[in-house]
């Protein structure tokens, strides 16, 4: 029996990074969650679970906090829809409520840190290695597993 894998982003270089998984994505029984915009709809031609989250930036300081809410109740919505064993992520701020929702429901999150970063953290890279909300976190970089020395060294995924 097929694992349910929910693969999750935000939109941009994230999605772009989780998109390599392509093969992973449709050899599993997976769901595609990433953000609301113009250029993901096509998403739906070329996947069959896409399931969108509202687009949000920190830019926007006044509309962030009510979409990040809304998120998190849509986050929950698809997590009982979907009931993912795996969810795994490039990141950003559109993961963390479902990798929050998955870590207290017993999914397994695999946690990819972003390929842009070399010798810096990133903010949600940094919160889930510290808070533990990753099982397995995995960097693109050798050089990274100095700043994330309980990290799995992965590879590129390009």
């Known amino acids: 029996m097929k694992k349910n894998i929910m ?3 935000s939109t941009g270089g994230h999605l772009t990074e989780l998109l390599e998984l392509d093969k992973i ?3 599993s029984n997976y769901s ?3 953000e609301n915009t113009k250029s993901n709809k096509k998403l739906k031609k070329r996947y069959k679970n896409v399931d969108f989250l509202l687009y949000g930036t920190k830019d926007h300081k006044l509309s962030y906090p009510f979409k990040l809410l809304a998120n998190c109740f849509l986050s ?3 997590y009982f829809k979907y009931h993912p064993d795996y969810i795994i992520t490039t990141g950003a701020h559109t993961a963390g409520p479902m990798c929050c929702l998955g ?3 017993g999914s397994k999150i695999i946690y990819i840190e972003t390929f842009a970063n070399i010798n810096s953290k990133t903010i949600t ?5 510290k ?3 990753a099982d397995l976190f995995i960097v693109q970089w050798q050089e990274m597993l ?3 020395p309980k990290a799995t060294f992965g590879g590129w995924i390009f």
Not at 125 to 129: C, I
């Open 125 to 129: 890279g940094m919160l889930f290695y």
């Open 32 to 34: 595609l969650i990433t």
């Open 25 to 27: 994505i449709k050899n």
């Open 146 to 148: 100095e700043l994330y």
């Open 131 to 133: 808070l533990h909300l």
């Open 103 to 105: 870590k207290i429901f």
């Open 7 to 9: 693969f999750i982003s």
């Open 76 to 78: 929950l919505y698809y």
